[in-house]
Each structure stands twice: as C-alpha cells, then as structure tokens.
C-alpha cells in the first residue's frame, strides 16, 4: 500500500514539474517601443498587427503582417507562423492584442511579445508608420 501511495505521488510530482515547464517555456512578456524596437534590431521576429484590414491600411508598424484577430480563419491564420520564432502582437492600443496572445500561448509558441498601449503608443513615442495607397 505504502508503495501505491508513494508511486502516485511521484507521478503527481512529475505531472507538477512538466506542467510549470510548459508554463515557462511559453510565456507572454508586455514591451514597450523602445523594448520592441530593441527586439526588432537583435532578434529574427515575426511581428503582427491584429487590427482589421482597414485599420492596417491607415497605417502599420514596418515589416508587420496583418492577421485580423475578428476574421473567421484567423486560428487557422495563426496557426501558419512559426511557433519556435518569437512573435509581437499589437493593435490600436492593447486589447485585442491581449486575447491574442492568449490564442499564441494555447496553441504552444514559445516567445510571446505584446506591445504595450498598442499602436497609438508606438505612434505617441514619435516611431516611424507605413501606410498603404
């Protein structure tokens, strides 16, 4: 009996252990822009604009793409980047980009960055935009 009990309990051990890895192997890190532009110099990032198409026209932070968090496919969009690359969301100014990292975090990326205050604070902090004609 003693040896049942023991034996469960290293296996409660070991389900702990394996879960607060996943926890720290996956974990979602507020930037700044002056944070966010460091990691676009240092780091090989894929960097999202979660906004609707028309808002992304209006004006996009360079070498983002654009993967509307409110479209039907977008999990399946999500999806297509590369889990093991770090990733920065954004939106206009932090809510959507807050559910998803959210969606990133489930669906097991590894490096998650979301820019605080969104755009609007990107813009605020005199950084450079991209519009399309």
Partial sequence: MKNKLMMCC?????????????????????VSS???????ELEDIQLVDVRTADE???????Y???IDITSPTFDEDIIKLDKNKPVIVYCK?????????????????????????????????GNQIKTIQ
């Fill in 10 to 30: 290293l296996v409660i051990l070991a389900l702990a252990f394996s879960c607060k890895e996943e926890e720290e192997q996956s974990e979602i890190k507020m």
């Fill in 34 to 40: 002056e944070e966010m532009q460091s990691l676009l």
């Fill in 56 to 62: 992304y026209k209006t004006g996009y932070i360079e």
């Fill in 64 to 66: 983002s793409q654009n």
């Fill in 93 to 125: 100014s932090g809510g959507r980009s807050a559910k998803c990292t959210k969606k990133l975090k489930a669906a097991g990326f590894v490096k998650i960055y979301d820019l605080k205050g969104g755009i609007t604070q990107w813009k605020f902090k």
